[in-house]
């Protein structure tokens, strides 16, 4: 890759497409701090290209002053003091500065890249829809914000898992666009690994899916439920994992406990699908890519397993819960690598 990446001729694209995909790795990172730290909710009002942060008492105190007014200062943090309303403004300031940052980074990148030319014919079409998905994700965010800015002082978890898979979405096409680069004049020797596409597709979706219910447990809260390993509590399957009586399925999405449930039960089935891809892989031949991408997930399960393990043991901590975020995205990232490589058309070379 590193050959490869050298003699490109469109390093500076993938440099630039690359930079996107980090950026939008620390807002979901940063975003994640903020709803840990509980300061989603803290600025009430949004500007579609970012503003200064207050730099005067005066300036603090019209923020503060607008803080006031939402349900969330009224129903939960009455007492708050300035200093205490600082620091949770700083996360919620930060993240959203980052995706600000995210936008100028890519219209400048667009705007050399297409000024000088750099951009062919197929490459330009793509380059529009990032540019069309991270505006639309800028727009989600206040949408899901604004959820908890009426009466409710919680942001629906729907919205929240939306807002999520929204971020995930422009990483996975960005990245995607960064590998057909970087690629581009690689040849790969012909291989098996086409056999491995529907097990990799499959643990894709289960990531995907694990991803979804991991920001319905966030926006719930439902890490906190039942800090226990390997039951919940004294039992697998408690009573209040079934609370709600008009719907039994409902309790899977809208129920606390319910919704643990499922995150923590699914964790197994995406272990058991990097098992089944892993076991159909070592019957197959295949390139050092698809090898690689198979180790990655075999380590990264691991460790994303254990950290969710101890996340809910220690009853979600900051640093655990952004780092059980971070193991989330690794995964996501690998299985991209992965199934670039399994549907790459081979051609002459070595692997």
Known sequence: MTKFFKSNSNRGIILWLLSGCALVYTMVVVGCLTRLTHSGLSITDWSFMGSLPPLSNESWLAHFTKYQQSPEFMIKNSSMNMEEFKSIFWWEYIHRTIGNTMMFVFLIGFIWFLATKKFTKQLLPKMLLLFAMGALQGLIGWWMVKSGLVKNPNVSHYRLAIHLMSAFSVFAVTFWFALELIFKESSISESQGKKLQAPAFILFLTVIIQIIFGAFVAGLKAGLFYPTWPKMGTEWFPEDTILIEDSFVKNFFENGAGVQFIHRTFAFVVVACVGWLWYK???????????????????????????????????????????????????????????????????LGNS
Request: glycine share 8%.
């Open 281 to 347: 892989s070592n019957k197959l031949n295949t390139t050092k890519h698809q090898q690689l991408g198979i180790s990655l997930l075999i380590y990264g399960v691991t460790a994303q397993f254990m950290l969710g393990v101890y996340t809910l043991l220690y009853q979600v901590p900051i640093a655990l819960g952004a780092l059980h975020q971070s193991g989330a995205f690794f995964l996501f990232t690998v299985c991209i690598y992965l199934l670039f490589h399994i549907n790459k058309k081979p051609q």
